[in-house]
């Protein structure tokens, strides 16, 4: 069932969370200590959950804030030259923000939690409302996976490239021991560390297995640009593809079928078949998750779709195309090939459009799977429950 397909980004239009907005290097005064410290505290969080950001600029005329937490916010200027606004009381979570000082996008000076990524408009400053009790994602006293780092020569698409591998606590320790592998695809303008710096990946399963609420399994977080270099080198996208999000499709395809799958079977102890591989991702990563997975149940049979889905009238066509194949007298075999299609979406999110569309396709062709429909707009804080809870139902 292996077929290519022109990149078609289903949603990546909406995944860039502030869209065309650029990051200039901050231009303003600001009094510097001894170790690089400010004299301000931004952001300062109350004990009832309201965050107050402060930025000293006293040659600005106007300064906002804006982040995931709400609508933007005007700054009002003290005689001290520092601007500052109050919002929430915010939940506890992870939010990110930005400072707009007469028209230049910048990072919050006096704060040096920083969110990257692989273009500048997802290049924010990260703030954390504290929980009372440790929450899913937080570091917990309990047994730790790593991190890995590889890189390799990506034959199918002629470049270095990079992905990163999350390896179960103990995986070392018991070497006759075999694991299944998900392949956890990033949304745009994010990379092949996204989703444990910001998605919290590895603290989530870390915890989810001392919990005894699943199994042990690898996690490969891939580069999700096809054609791009390691590390967005030159942005890594060839000319013929530079107007599209998320570079080449097909050849990230190519790349996790005829690299990155080969290299992890033989460099890791995985149980190296269709019913111990799954695929899942969000924004991009979630309509790539659907393509790649959809299109390749001889090598995937467990699929999760976060934040994505067919967008009517932005290039479904092979999407839709895609379904139906999989449909009318196929459906039967298609059924037996799919152990878990996992769509899920926030209500206020505008990929939940696009979510119902596959579903309701999905339906149409009676193609088993569970649509989630939750609260929540396009971002971490709801990437990463959707991890914990589809993490639940992999490998049963």
Not at 308 to 331: M, W
Request: proline share 6%; hydrophobic share 40%; with cysteine.
């Amino acid at each position: 069932m292996k077929r290519t397909f022109t990149a078609i980004a289903m949603i990546a239009a909406l995944a860039a969370s502030y869209g065309s907005a650029f990051l200039a290097k901050p231009v303003f005064a600001q009094e510097v200590g001894m170790r690089g410290t400010t004299d301000i505290k931004s952001p300062s969080v109350a004990p009832d959950g309201r965050v107050t950001f402060r930025l000293k600029a006293p040659d600005a005329k106007s300064v906002t804030v804006s982040g995931d937490f709400g609508d933007d916010a005007t700054m009002t200027k003290g005689d001290d030259g520092v601007w500052s606004v109050t919002v929430g009381p915010l939940s506890p979570e992870m939010y990110v923000y930005y400072f707009t000082m007469d028209g230049v996008r910048l990072l919050d000076p006096s704060n040096p939690q920083v969110k990257i990524g692989y273009v500048t408009s997802t290049t924010t400053s990260l703030l954390t409302v504290p929980t009372k009790e440790p929450a899913f994602y937080a570091v917990q006293d309990v047994p730790h996976g790593e991190i890995r780092s590889i890189l390799y020569k990506s034959r199918s698409n002629g470049v270095i490239r990079q992905l990163t591998v999350y390896v179960p606590p103990g995986y070392d320790d018991h070497p006759d021991k075999r694991y299944p592998v998900l392949y956890l695809l990033h949304g745009y303008a994010n990379d092949q560390n996204s989703w444990h710096r910001y998605g919290r990946a590895d603290d989530i399963l870390d915890n989810l297995l001392a919990q005894g609420k699943i199994k042990p399994f690898l996690v490969v977080m891939p580069l999700g640009y096809g054609g791009a270099r390691v590390n967005g080198d030159d942005n890594g996208i060839p000319a013929e593809n530079a107007g599209r999000f998320g570079g080449d499709f097909s050849l990230y395809e190519r790349d996790i079928l005829e690299d990155i799958i080969p290299l992890i079977d033989r460099k890791y102890r995985t149980i190296a078949d269709r019913k111990h591989r799954a695929i899942a991702g969000f924004s991009m990563g979630g309509g790539q998750s659907t393509l790649f997975g959809l299109s390749n149940l001889d090598t995937f049979s467990q699929i999760g779709v976060m934040s994505a889905g067919i967008v009517p009238g932005f290039a479904q066509g092979p999407t839709d195309k895609l379904v139906a194949s999989l449909g009318g007298e196929h459906r039967a075999e298609s059924n037996k090939l799919i152990d878990l299609l996992w769509i899920a979406c926030g209500k206020q999110d505008p990929a939940m459009r696009g979510a119902k569309a596959l579903a309701d396709a999905l339906t149409k062709a009676g193609i088993d799977h569970t649509f989630v429909q939750t609260e929540g707009k396009h971002h971490w804080r709801v990437w990463r429950h959707y991890l914990h809870d589809f993490a639940q139902l992999l490998f049963k």
